[in-house]
């Protein structure tokens, strides 16, 4: 079974640029989450889909930030216009229905300069 | 505010030693405690995780310890080895919501 695909795995803009990282969850895996862990902290939550469905967004941090889920399958997640703050680790984890199984993806390295 | 904390936030044991690593909580609605492993470059994978009705929970050399009381749990690995150098999160769950909240980590190195 493929795991969760995360691409970029690294990515260096300017401040003001916009960036795009997507993930590939598990084929089947109805629920799709993002995480973010900055400068060695720990890892917070940003977003749940179901489907194509945004169940909870409440850790997005503003409104510069924007995840999609196309039809259910992939996830993107831009950042538009970047700042310094918003260099760190972006995870993508996805689950199946039920409790327990969530896998996580390599992640995606952002360096904001 | 930290929902989930975890110390220490770095260790370093001998090849054989235990070393032990700590978290404690406050929201009682969570019901579920795993704990995740990251290798550099890699995402956090579970590694062993327990329900609050059961005390300890032992998979090969990873033991958690877990006192609902308290609300503090710790994670145990025995007779450790070069290998298991690497993050480890303590984190917990809720069953009214599932996104996952983590600690901090602790980053672990085991010495020849």
């Known amino acids: 079974e493929a795991g969760v695909t995360q691409f970029p795995s690294h990515s260096v803009i300017e401040k003001g640029q916009t960036v795009t990282l997507r993930c590939d969850p598990i084929?089947?895996?109805?629920?799709l989450y993002w995480y973010r862990r900055v400068m060695g902290k720990e890892i917070k939550f940003l977003l749940h889909?179901?489907?194509?469905?945004?169940?909870?967004e409440s850790g997005m941090p503003n409104n510069r930030f924007l995840a999609e889920r196309t039809g259910g399958t992939y996830s993107t997640l831009k950042v538009q216009p970047a700042e310094l703050e918003d260099s760190g680790v972006y995870f993508c984890?996805?689950?199946?229905?039920?409790?327990?199984?969530?896998?996580f993806g390599s992640g995606t390295r952002l360096t904001v300069v | 505010q930290q929902q989930v904390k975890q110390s220490p936030q770095s260790l370093i044991v001998q090849k054989g030693g235990i070393p032990i690593i700590n978290c404690a909580y406050e929201?009682?609605?969570?019901?579920?405690f795993p704990w995740y492993q990251q290798f550099p470059g890699k995402g956090p994978a579970l590694l062993i995780a327990?329900?609050?009705?059961?005390s300890e929970k032992k998979e090969g050399r990873f033991t958690i310890s877990f006192n609902k009381s308290a609300k503090q749990f710790s994670l145990h690995i025995m007779d450790s080895q070069p290998g298991d150098s690497a993050t480890y999160f303590c984190?917990?769950?809720?069953?009214?919501?599932?996104?996952?909240?983590f600690g901090p980590g602790t980053s672990l190195s085991v010495i020849p």
């Open positions: 984190a917990a769950r809720g069953t009214s919501y599932d996104k996952v909240i």
């Open positions: 984890a996805s689950r199946q229905r039920g409790p327990d199984g969530y896998t």
């Open positions: 084929s089947g895996h109805d629920n």
């Open positions: 327990i329900r609050p009705d059961v």
């Open positions: 929201n009682t609605a969570f019901d579920y």
């Open positions: 889909f179901v489907k194509e469905s945004k169940q909870d």
